[in-house]
Nanobody, 116 residues
Framework: QVQLVESGGGLVQAGGSLRLSCAAS??????????MGWYRQAPGKQRELVAR???????NYADSVKGRFTISRDNAKNTVYLQMNSLKPEDTAVYYC??????WGWGQGTQVTVSS
């Protein structure tokens, strides 16, 4: 059974930084060949993909986070990271990871709150 556990969220002032982690278990043998994504869902809004990373570490970002967020992965640890810099209040959301097209159950997410 695949489990995704996100962590690293918190309350930060605008302009601050956070680093999110997503640890995957149950897919150790296939983690490295899967493209992974970070998603977020703000209150009253649909979940959106904000960053993705392929098996060969090519990356793509939503326009809203381009130049501020960096996605990376450590296949040895089955972990995906999201470094978030220059945070804005509109980045406030619950952040989740999954395949770049969702293919496993969602974890509990990690709350990011950016105060102005």
């Amino acid at each position: 059974q695949v489990q995704l556990v996100e962590s690293g969220g918190g309350l930060v002032q605008a302009g601050g930084s956070l680093r999110l982690s997503c640890a995957a278990s149950g897919i150790i043998s296939i983690f490295s060949i899967n493209s992974m994504g970070w998603y977020r869902q703000a209150p009253g809004k649909q979940r959106e993909l904000v960053a993705r990373i392929t098996s060969n570490r090519s990356t793509n970002y939503a326009d809203s986070v381009k130049g501020r967020f960096t996605i990376s992965r450590d296949n040895a640890k089955n972990t995906v990271y999201l470094q978030m810099n220059s945070l804005k209040p509109e980045d406030t959301a619950v952040y989740y990871c999954n395949g770049d097209t969702p293919r496993w159950g969602w974890g509990q997410g990690t709350q990011v709150t950016v105060s102005s």
